[in-house]
Antibody
Framework: QVQLVHSGTEVKKPGASVKVSCKASGYTFTMFYIHWVRQAPGQGLEWMGM????????TYAQKFQGRVTMTRDTSTSTVYMELTSLRSEDTAVYYCARSTTSFDYWGQGTLVTVSS | EIVLTQSPATLSLSPGERATLSCRASQSISSYLAWYQQKPGQAPRLLIYDASIRATGIPARFSGSGSGTDFTLTISSLEPEDFAIYYCQQRSDPITFGQGTRLEIK
């Protein structure tokens, strides 16, 4: 069965960076794009960007350009999302999601807390 | 950027009643709209894609309709497990979500 499994909770100080992982299983890793979506506490869903696991090409939402980097490791079927220059507003649950015409499978999410 | 506006923000209904949720796009998105259900502490779950196609395992009481700018998610007869937050999403770059409709028990 398709699974996307996230790395664990992170607590970071303002100005630091965080790197979250999402390990895929149960399907051919290179056949589906992976997206990152975040959700601040009590708020809605916000798309951050996507990566093509086949060639590694990426597209980022303008809001995160220059601060986010998405990469993948095909040997372990894992995608990574690194966010730099963290501020308190980046406190959120970060989800990876597989896409076809929509997001058909989601990871359980990683809570990132940014606090001094 | 395409803005999706969901209405109402909150919908209060009783089990067994019919729920109608709306999503309006700021410009035409053809049928490229999906609906998700999210319960507290859980990731969103895909319900409907391409405006009207139920995802795998989704009960027949969920249906989607619309095209262009106006879309509707209908739950024909509410079950207790249906009370949650519902989001619509369009797939033109940049991908955007509606702000959500909270479906609560009356």
């Amino acid at each position: 069965q398709v699974q996307l499994v996230h790395s664990g909770t992170e607590v970071k100080k303002p100005g630091a960076s965080v790197k979250v992982s999402c390990k895929a299983s149960g399907y051919t890793f290179t056949m589906f794009y992976i997206h990152w979506v975040r959700q601040a506490p009590g708020q809605g869903l916000e798309w951050m960007g996507m990566i093509n696991p086949s060639g590694g090409s990426t597209t980022y939402a303008q809001k995160f350009q220059g601060r986010v980097t998405m990469t993948r490791d095909t040997s372990t079927s894992t995608v990574y999302m690194e966010l730099t220059s963290l501020r308190s507003e980046d406190t959120a649950v970060y989800y990876c999601a597989r896409s076809t015409t929509s997001f058909d499978y989601w990871g359980q999410g990683t809570l990132v807390t940014v606090s001094s | 950027e395409i803005v999706l506006t969901q209405s109402p923000a909150t919908l209060s209904l009783s089990p067994g009643e019919r729920a109608t949720l709306s999503c309006r796009a700021s410009q035409s998105i053809s049928s490229y709209l999906a609906w998700y259900q999210q319960k507290p502490g859980q990731a969103p779950r895909l319900l409907i894609y391409d405006a009207s196609i139920r995802a795998t395992g989704i009960p027949a009481r969920f249906s989607g309709s619309g095209s262009g700018t106006d879309f509707t998610l209908t739950i024909s007869s509410l079950e207790p497990e249906d009370f949650a937050i519902y989001y619509c999403q369009q797939r033109s770059d940049p991908i955007t979500f509606g702000q959500g409709t909270r479906l609560e028990i009356k």
